[in-house]
């Protein structure tokens, strides 16, 4: 019976499959990372060798169910609710004010998109915020949130919205008690919030999904092209700018920039944060 270690040319040719069909990319510094998220799998399909499995993830007729299964052990989902502050300011007072103030001229519609959500926490912060504008009457009405990513368990996971105190460190308590139901170590978030929300399993790199995304006015897409090579940052953006009204925004990782891989934005300065308009 072969055994559970990854050859260096398996570890290869995995990882190259894994970038071509998701972007996502695993240096040689990760294969003990992959190694040990595909035994794991193995063990579940019951195959004794990584040989096996390359075979099924290249050839076999189960090959795009499997590669959902492979994402789902692979990804990295480190999320949480209220993720970094400043950018979410930038977006309530500097952002969305701006696009609104343009709406005034006509146009009754605000198309969110969260690209990469996990298990989402990020397009229901960006729900809470904008029903509290509703609340103050800033709009009247009914944004669009589109959130997807390539791990249908983590669509799973946020179609169910109930999360683990760790998820809520940097949520302020007024949203906590307005939003949330607060059931032994959990917290549940309201209806109100989760029809705002609609789910969706999508890899960001395949270009006949992505190219359904129109119209959009705001793109969040944080923490995500940290785990992309260069080319496939470089197709993302580009899709990204497609798929972006004029004078529609990109919010990207704090620690991620587009240098390098974009010129088309306009760089704009907010207090601590950095957001991406298309002019
Ligand atoms: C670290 S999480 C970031 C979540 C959230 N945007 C945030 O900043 O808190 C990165 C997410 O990107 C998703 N992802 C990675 N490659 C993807 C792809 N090709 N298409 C869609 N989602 C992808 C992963 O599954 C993971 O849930």
Redesign the pocket.
Known sequence: MSSLTLSDEKFKQIRDLIYEE???YFANTKKYLLENRLSKRLEEVQLSSFDEYYYLLKYSAKRKEELSRL?DQV??????FF?DMPQLQAFEKEVIPEILKRKDRGGQELRIW?????SG??PYTLAMILKELMETKAFKFVPEIMA????GA?ILEAERGVYMDYYLRNTPDYYKSKYFTHKGETYIISDAIKLMVKFSI????DEEKVGTMKNIDVI?????LI?FAEEAKKKLIETFYEALKPGGYLFI?HSESLHSISRAFKLMLFPNAIVYKKE
């Open positions: 998701s972007g996502m994402f990804t990295i989902n480190e999320t949480s993720r969260s690209a990469g959500c996990s926490q990020e997807n990513d390539i791990s983590m999508m890899n960001l790199l969040f897409c944080r923490n995500v785990y990782g």
